[in-house]
C-alpha cells in the first residue's frame, strides 16, 4: 500500500510523504484553529490534529458508504515560547513581534500527527527545541519582506531563509517543518503499514 489520504493543505507535509514515495490524495478538513482560553501548546496542537483527523473522516462517511481504502493521516505544527502559542502572523507587524520575542531565545516546536486506519485513530506527538540567535531589527525587517513568514506558524520557516536564524536544533528537522520523519514512520509501521520505497510519487489530485 502506498497511498495515503492527507486531511492537510501544508505543501511541505506533502512534499515530505511524496518523498517517501507515497501517493497523496487531500481530503478536506476545515475546522477552527482558535485556541482555548488557557489551554497549552500541547492540548492545543494534539486538538488540532485529532480534529482535523475527525473532520476528514466526517466528509469522507458523508460521501461514501465505505470506509477509507487507505490510512487517513493528519498533523498539526505550533510554535511555542514559554508555552504561549505563536500561530501564523496576521499582519507585518505581527510577524516582527513575533520573530523579536524568539530572538536569542530557546521555543519549542510541536507536531502532532493523526492516522485514522480500519475504524481507530492512532496518535502521536514530536517536540524539538529550537535556539534562534539575536536577530538585528534590519534583517527581520528583511526577511518579512520575502513574504516567507506569513503563512508560517510562528512567523519562520527552518526550510527557507528561517534557516538562517536558528542556531541549534535539538530533535527533528522535519517535524519542525510539520511532520516528523521518523515518528511518523514509526507509527505507520505499527499499523502494520510497509512504507513504500524511496521513489518519485505521483500525486491523486
Known amino acids: 500500500m502506498n497511498t495515503l ?6 505543501p511541505r507535509r506533502r512534499e ?3 518523498n517517501l514515495g507515497y501517493r497523496i490524495a487531500r481530503l478536506p478538513a476545515e475546522i477552527d484553529e482558535t485556541p482555548y482560553l488557557h489551554e497549552s501548546a500541547a492540548a492545543y496542537v494534539a486538538r488540532m490534529a485529532f480534529e ?4 476528514a473522516v466526517a466528509h469522507w462517511q458523508g460521501q461514501y458508504p465505505f470506509a477509507p481504502e ?6 498539526d505544527t505550533t510554535v511555542a515560547l514559554h508555552n504561549h502559542i505563536l500561530g501564523k502572523p496576521e499582519s507585518a507587524e505581527d510577524a516582527f513581534a513575533m520573530l523579536k520575542s524568539l530572538s536569542g531565545t530557546t521555543h519549542q516546536v510541536l507536531t502532532a500527527v493523526c492516522v485514522y486506519w480500519q475504524g481507530k485513530t492512532h496518535a502521536l506527538m514530536q517536540q524539538s527545541d529550537v535556539v534562534f540567535k539575536p536577530l538585528e531589527d534590519e534583517e527581520i525587517r528583511a526577511y518579512i519582506a520575502s513574504g516567507e513568514p506569513m503563512d508560517k506558524a510562528g512567523a519562520y520557516g527552518i526550510q527557507g531563509l528561517g534557516g538562517m536564524f536558528v542556531q541549534n536544533l535539538s530533535g527533528s528537522f522535519t517535524g519542525v517543518m510539520g511532520l516528523p520523519v521518523f515518528e511518523t514512520v514509526e ?5 502494520g503499514l510497509v512504507v ?3 521513489q518519485t510519487a505521483s500525486s491523486l489530485d
Open 187 to 191: 507509527l505507520l509501521k505499527t499499523l
Open 16 to 18: 515530505i510523504l511524496e
Open 70 to 75: 487507505y490510512p487517513l493521516l493528519s498533523a
Open 196 to 198: 513504500p520505497p524511496f
Open 5 to 10: 489520504y492527507l486531511a492537510s493543505g501544508s
Open 52 to 55: 482535523k483527523n475527525a473532520a
